[in-house]
């Protein structure tokens, strides 16, 4: 005879199963306690993703992402045998397809060493490097996507990723205004360009006065970091506090406008748009708010009037927005991506195949990307590798759309991510945008995380 409770209990399970949903206990909490506390120290070090020691080179020197991305393998690898998987099925099918353009990017790589003539070419270093970004954006993606995350747990979460946020987005502001000089960012770091690379010229004379904060040397990823930020605060707050959000919303607006990108600033205002389009009803409050905040901007911009005119040119610089069809506001651009069609043209098959993961920057002495993401995977994957990447952006928009509760901002922020990736590499693990991608994964993988149902009591639970 059937046992009507063990076989409603049963159909409950699958139900929220279905629903992205997992059974686990008060003890399976408490046990990835530490996991958890490692994940928190991976958002808390998405506000300061300057190197913090000078080991190897330049591009490896490892900051605070890659220290609590240590941390959160070595917790997780000593909580593996007790831990209960916690993948829901939209992780898992992202994690399989990051697999396997891990495989085939080290594919790609030797096949360009096996052509390889000079064994000196920077492509031999930098497709090691960029492997290795790969392989650790897969650990944090893994790994977070295990941690099961309690009313509580998310609570936190909120807190330190809305601290971050204005942490850095103050930090940007500050930097502008020359009230916190850029060198004081980079002190701990060696200065001789022969060691440093681009961080010795971070703080120069030439870049004084930029918006780059706690960020980076690049000015493109200081705004998409920005842009996930206030995205993931969003996501987070599962619809609540939306007064907070909308300044939260415009405090980001204006430090991408400081960070001098364009594509940037674009990003932010589409994403913000996309976001107020659904709250109507505040447009009043909204407007205040932005007045307040540029009211607040143009003050803290008075150290750089005294001494310049730093703020009409980044005015200027982002008003060309308005005029984007003109090529003279592509900062060369267009000569690049003539340059990278022509060079795909000398040969056909690299338009199908390629010329090796890591290989771009061998044949342009300027040593510069292809500034637009699909053309430089393109030139370094062929037309085979931007299908791939396709096929892995479309799962994660398809599963985001269906499982992403609420506004949704992790999915809008990739579509909006991926326009401003027309003019830089935002997805791709070039040099210039460090963890990024890792923190974007990161992202995902909470958004996806498997809705758990605690069985025992939780009164007396802790983090």
Not at 142 to 162: D, F, G, H, S, Y
Not at 169 to 174: H, R, T
């Amino acid at each position: 005879m059937i046992n009507t409770k063990e076989f409603l209990t049963t159909k409950l399970r699958k139900y929220q199963q279905q629903q992205n949903h997992t059974f686990i206990s008060s003890l399976d909490i408490k046990r990835t306690k530490w996991l958890f506390f490692a994940l928190c120290f991976y958002l808390i070090s998405q506000g300061f993703t300057i190197p913090v020691l000078p080991i190897g080179t330049w591009a490896t020197w490892p900051n605070l992402s890659d220290l609590a991305t240590c941390l959160l393998l070595l917790a997780f690898v000593i909580n593996l045998n007790s831990q209960k998987s916690l993948v829901s099925s939209g992780n898992k099918q992202i994690f399989y397809l990051l697999i396997f353009i891990l495989l085939a990017s080290t594919l790609s790589h030797l096949g360009y060493l096996n052509n390889l003539t000079d064994k000196d070419a920077v492509g031999t270093r930098l497709g090691i490097y960029q492997l290795y970004r790969l392989v650790q954006f897969i650990v944090i993606f893994w790994v977070t996507a295990q941690v099961p995350l309690t009313p509580e747990r998310l609570n936190l979460l909120k807190k330190i990723i809305t601290s971050v946020l204005i942490f850095v987005c103050l930090s940007i502001i500050l930097t502008f205004a020359g009230i916190v000089p850029l060198g004081v960012m980079i002190a701990h770091l060696p200065q001789d360009p022969s060691i440093a690379g681009p961080w010795a010229s971070f703080a120069s004379e030439v870049h004084a006065g930029e918006g780059w904060g706690t960020i980076g040397y690049n000015h493109a990823y200081v705004s998409v970091q920005v842009i996930m930020l206030v995205s993931l605060r969003i996501h987070l707050g599962l619809g609540k506090q939306e007064v907070f959000n909308f300044c939260l919303l415009f405090l980001s607006i204006f430090a991408c406008l400081l960070s001098g990108s364009r594509a940037g600033l674009f990003s932010m205002i589409f994403f913000a748009a996309i976001y107020l389009l659904k709250k109507p009803a505040y447009m009043g409050v909204v407007i205040t708010i932005a007045i307040l905040l540029l009211s607040i901007g143009a003050i803290a911009s008075l150290p750089n009037l005294a001494s310049g005119n730093t703020e009409t040119s980044i005015i200027e610089r982002q008003s060309t927005l308005l005029d984007a069809g003109n090529t003279e506001n592509l900062s060369g651009r267009d000569d690049i991506w003539v340059e990278r069609l022509a060079f795909l043209d000398e040969e056909p098959i690299r338009w199908l195949v390629g010329i090796g993961f890591g290989a771009a920057w061998d044949h342009w002495s300027s040593g510069e990307s292809a500034h637009m993401l699909p053309l430089h995977i393109i030139v370094e994957n062929g037309i085979i590798g931007l299908l791939i990447f396709c096929v892995w952006i479309y799962q994660i928009l398809y599963y985001l759309y269906r499982y992403e509760p609420m506004e949704k901002s992790i999915y809008w922020v990739t579509i909006t991510l991926l326009l401003g990736s027309l003019t830089q590499e935002t997805f791709y693990p070039v040099t210039a945008f460090g963890n990024f991608t890792g923190f974007y994964l990161c992202s995902v993988a909470l958004a996806l995380r498997s809705r758990i149902t605690v069985q025992e009591s939780s009164a007396n639970q802790r983090l």
